[in-house]
């Protein structure tokens, strides 16, 4: 049974950075897309990054194109989300997401994705 747990979230004032971890337990992450999703308040769900199983990087936000850098330590079966440049707007909950085996490609779609973690909440502010 997949599960995934984020982590690094917290307070940080604008121009700012952090690191988002996700671990992912029960499965190999080789085997495997992650992706990043964050939902600010009283918007929708949104894709920032992707990691495909053969460890391609896409980054679909614009407003984080440039600011964010998607890596992974397979070792530790962990999957990072960097943001630098931290703006207001990038407050919200964020969210790591599996797809399902088979499904090597990255999408933005969160539907597309299948288990979840519980997320942690980024605020960016002075």
């Known amino acids: 049974q997949t599960h995934l747990v984020e982590s690094g979230g917290g307070l940080v004032q604008p121009g700012g950075s952090l690191t988002l971890s996700c671990v992912v337990s029960?499965?190999?992450?080789?085997?495997?897309?992650i992706g990043w999703f964050r939902q600010a308040p009283g918007k929708e769900r949104e894709a920032v990054s992707c990691?495909?199983?053969?460890?391609?990087?896409?980054v679909y936000a614009d407003s984080v194109k440039g600011r964010a850098t998607i890596s992974a330590d397979n070792t530790g079966n962990t999957v990072y989300l960097h943001l630098n440049s931290l703006k207001p707007e990038d407050t919200g909950d964020y969210y790591c997401?599996?797809?399902?085996?088979?499904?090597?490609?990255?999408?933005?779609?969160?539907?597309?994705?299948?288990?979840w973690g519980q997320g942690t909440q980024v605020t960016v502010s002075s």
């Open positions: 990691m495909d199983s053969r460890g391609n990087p896409v």
């Open positions: 029960g499965v190999d992450l080789r085997d495997y897309t």
């Open positions: 997401a599996q797809r399902h085996y088979g499904l090597p490609w990255c999408t933005e779609i969160a539907s597309e994705y299948t288990y």
